[in-house]
């Protein structure tokens, strides 16, 4: 059996009733700006700018061949021979000291080939103190002069300001049958 309805009645009873809450409305805001936000993050309301480079004028590149000596050549690690080429007081003293260790050797002309490094302090008065021949290569007769040779040496002029009881070091070796002392 069916049972007859009017027009209006079927449109009415179609049509649900709508209903809106306060917290469809705050969904439905959040979800607007959640879709403005990343609209904004994905077309750019602000889009960075393309920085084009200026081209800067091409320099030619011009290959300059120089010729450069060998550093055997130019170094040069030997002591000076005059006061006049150094203008440090300790390296006008080192030379001073020099040439009295020199003026206090026996023999310059080596009786048999030897090395050794000897170390000593000068206290303000110009001696030679904690004196120490460090043998290296050479035999007793090349060490016992070097050790004579610090002996007699006992007095040197006064070291200059602050550098009383500092500690000298120098290399005392034979080169072409001759020694040589060089103070580091």
């Excluded at 049972?3 to 439905?28: A, Y």
């Excluded at 000076?80 to 390296?91: F, G, I, K, R």
Aim: include cysteine.
């Amino acid at each position: 059996m069916f049972e007859e309805v009017s027009e209006s009645e079927t449109l009415s009873s179609l049509q649900p009733k709508l209903t809106v809450t306060p917290q469809q409305i705050l969904s439905g805001a959040i979800f607007a700006a959640c879709l403005a936000a990343s609209g904004w993050i994905w077309f750019g309301l602000n889009p960075q700018k393309t920085i084009t480079p200026s081209e800067k004028p091409k320099q030619e590149i011009q290959n300059e061949v120089k010729n450069i000596p060998q550093i055997d050549d130019i170094w040069n690690d030997a002591l000076p021979d005059t006061v006049m080429e150094t203008h440090n007081p300790v390296s006008v003293y080192k030379s001073e000291l020099q040439k009295a260790l020199y003026s206090n050797l026996e023999n310059i002309d080596v009786i048999e080939e030897g090395r050794c490094r000897i170390e000593f302090r000068i206290n303000k008065n110009g001696k030679l103190t904690n004196r120490r021949l460090i043998k290296e290569t050479g035999g007793n007769l090349f060490n016992n002069t070097v050790i004579k040779m610090m002996r007699k040496t006992s007095k040197v002029d006064a070291p200059p300001n602050g550098y009383a009881g500092i500690q000298f070091t120098a290399d005392v070796f034979t080169e072409n049958g001759v020694i040589k002392i060089k103070l580091r």
